[in-house]
């Protein structure tokens, strides 16, 4: 099991070191506030409630998943840090060069100055000019102590603004400094933290190997129960995609269409929204306006059982008790099916497209309903036992199921 987890661990390292290269500081800045967001949100959604052994499991997986985004913090914080000690490298030099630049001008404003003051008088001015060979020269000569008064005057100013540029650079260094302090406490408080949650991962690998094939079991009838559900869904949105297609066909009269099984026939304004929806892949809202995915789509190797893997047909987002499920777009309400635990599951149509919002409580629409984006659909199911809210939610297009991570907003 331990193997298992440690490669797993390697992967999404690898994969971690790959996708920050290249970053710049501003990029992982923000890469690092929403790690330390997606924490706060495990801490809050996951590890709100004293564990109890029937949710052993759910436990496990809960801490590998806070273990990894701890581990691409580390990573995270560590780039930071790193481009930062270039930043501060690079700005040490120029501002020795600044300091060099200062000094030499500091040095020949000093030099003109002494030299302005051994001629200072106004007789010595006027001696100057009078002493002129020719009107000519005399005019040059005015000209020339103007010049000589402005370019000191200007001189006097450059110092000015060198010195400024000297202290905000040297501001800029100390905030540099004082940041990436910051980001090394960050990094050692993340490892201590770490640290905290392999013990308690350890207990609980401890608790399921005692009890491991009594566990396994109850994985497996899980998973077989969860594919029970999935084929009732599939088979509810065949005859769904089948019933209206009957109606498409006896609205188009004798007009001839070609018809492919499983597939939706769309009227004009359902191509076109269909198209719509196409259009906005990478931009749809999240079903709720909170959370966190805990289940991925598609199969996944179970951390604590070798051999067996979970397959998520969609996502697994747990929220806060209480919490809404929002339409993701426009559409029509295609059903609302009831499991026999009473969990409702709302299906909405979007052309060729259908989004579901299953685990509901209860729920404010209706088959047939005209839904529009972000309007709220149902509230979330809370479990007694492990006091979980969580939304599952599936993406298709006719009955081929999408990952809706690609179609939905980046967090």
């Known amino acids: 099991m331990k193997s298992s987890h440690f490669y797993t661990s390697i992967l999404l390292f690898l994969f971690s070191v790959f996708s920050v290269f290249g970053q710049t500081r501003k990029q992982l800045e923000a890469q690092r506030k929403k790690l330390n967001k997606e924490i706060k949100q495990i801490n809050t959604l996951l590890f709100n409630e004293q564990k109890k052994e029937k949710n052993v499991l759910d436990d496990l997986k809960d801490i590998h998943k806070k273990i990894d985004v701890r581990t691409q913090l580390i990573f995270t914080i560590n780039s930071e840090a790193a481009i930062l000690s270039k930043e501060i490298s690079v700005n040490e030099v120029k501002l020795q060069d600044l300091n060099k630049k200062l000094v030499a001008l500091k040095k020949d404003y000093s030099a003109m100055i002494f030299k302005s003051y051994k001629s200072k008088s106004q007789q010595s001015r006027m001696m100057f000019i009078l002493s002129s060979q020719s009107f000519y020269q005399a005019y040059k000569r005015l000209a020339y ?128 929204l269909a198209v719509k929806f196409e259009m906005n892949k990478g931009q749809l809202p999240w079903p709720v306006d909170e959370g966190i995915v805990v289940r991925k789509f598609g199969k996944q190797p179970h951390p604590s059982f070798p051999g067996i893997s979970v397959n998520g047909t969609g996502l697994h987002i747990v929220t806060k008790q209480g919490k809404d499920a929002e339409a993701i777009f426009k559409g029509n309400v295609l059903n609302v099916l009831v499991s026999p635990e009473g969990r409702k599951n709302v299906l909405i149509q979007h052309g060729n497209y259908i989004s579901s919002y299953n685990n509901l409580e209860n729920t404010y629409v209706e088959k047939g309903d005209r839904i529009l984006t972000g309007q709220k659909i149902g509230q979330i199911f809370t479990d007694k036992v492990s006091k979980k809210t969580k939304l599952i939610f599936v993406l298709f297009k006719n009955t081929t199921r999408l990952n809706p991570s690609s179609w939905i907003l980046k967090r």
């Open 145 to 272: 102590l103007k010049q000589y008064t402005s370019f000191r005057k200007n001189q006097g100013k450059e110092i000015e603004n060198q010195t400024s540029v000297v202290q905000k650079m040297n501001d800029s260094l100390l905030f540099q400094k004082q940041l990436k302090d910051t980001l090394i406490l960050s990094e050692k408080q993340q490892k201590q933290q770490i640290e905290v949650d392999k013990k308690n991962q350890e207990k609980l690998l401890t608790a399921i190997k005692k009890k491991g094939s009594k566990y396994k079991r109850t994985l497996q009838n899980k998973i077989k129960a969860e594919k029970k559900v999935t084929a009732k869904i599939d088979k509810k949105i065949r005859e769904e995609i089948a019933r209206a297609n009957r109606i498409a066909r006896e609205k188009l009269k004798n007009k001839p269409k070609k018809i492919v099984k499983n597939e939706f026939i769309l009227s004009p304004e359902a191509k076109a």
